[in-house]
């Protein structure tokens, strides 16, 4: 089985989110995890932010760290068709990419996960995943 965890996911996680960072340890346990190539994009623009906005360098390396961690033990990939169900266009690859994979789609974003389930995909809240 596959999981695709939506970048909200995993930055809750590395700023504490508990549910979230169990969230993930639990598919990287368990399942296969696949994220399409704009997570790292998105996750280094995330963590460019919070480097000009935080002063704490430790908590801004720490955060850093977390996401190149959680890049080593995930495999990239694009889905074939990126479908336009979203109004936020980064969405669309994560959703494209569990419906293609027929993935377990985990987000925290309430939006994303309503187009994803008006697709069929079996999309979850991470605390539903925990469940």
Same mark, same amino acid.
């Given at each position: 089985?596959?999981?695709?965890?939506?970048?909200?996911?995993?930055?809750?996680?590395?700023?504490?989110s508990?549910?979230?960072?169990?969230a993930?340890?639990?598919?990287?346990?368990?399942?296969?995890?696949?994220?399409?190539?704009?997570?790292?994009?998105?996750?280094?623009?995330?963590?460019?932010k919070m480097?000009?906005?935080? %002063?704490?360098?430790?908590?801004? &390396?720490?955060?850093?760290?977390?996401?190149r961690? $959680? !890049?080593?033990?995930?495999?990239?990939?694009?889905?074939k068709k990126?479908?336009?169900?979203?109004?936020?266009?980064?969405d669309?690859?994560?959703?494209?990419?569990?419906?293609?994979?027929?993935?377990i789609?985990?987000?925290?974003?309430?939006?994303?996960? %309503?187009?994803?389930r008006?697709? &069929?995909?079996?999309?979850?809240?991470?605390?539903? $995943? !925990?469940?």
């Amino acid at each position: 089985m596959k999981v695709v965890i939506d970048t909200n996911v995993i930055i809750s996680a590395a700023l504490g989110s508990q549910t979230c960072k169990e969230a993930i340890l639990k598919t990287l346990e368990k399942y296969e995890v696949i994220e399409p190539k704009i997570v790292s994009m998105e996750l280094d623009c995330f963590y460019l932010k919070m480097s000009q906005e935080i %002063k704490n360098t430790k908590k801004v &390396k720490a955060i850093y760290d977390y996401f190149r961690i $959680f !890049l080593m033990f995930i495999k990239i990939g694009n889905p074939k068709k990126v479908l336009d169900v979203s109004p936020d266009k980064p969405d669309n690859y994560f959703i494209s990419l569990a419906l293609e994979y027929s993935a377990i789609f985990i987000t925290g974003d309430k939006s994303a996960l %309503k187009y994803a389930r008006d697709m &069929k995909i079996d999309a979850k809240l991470a605390v539903e $995943f !925990l469940e």
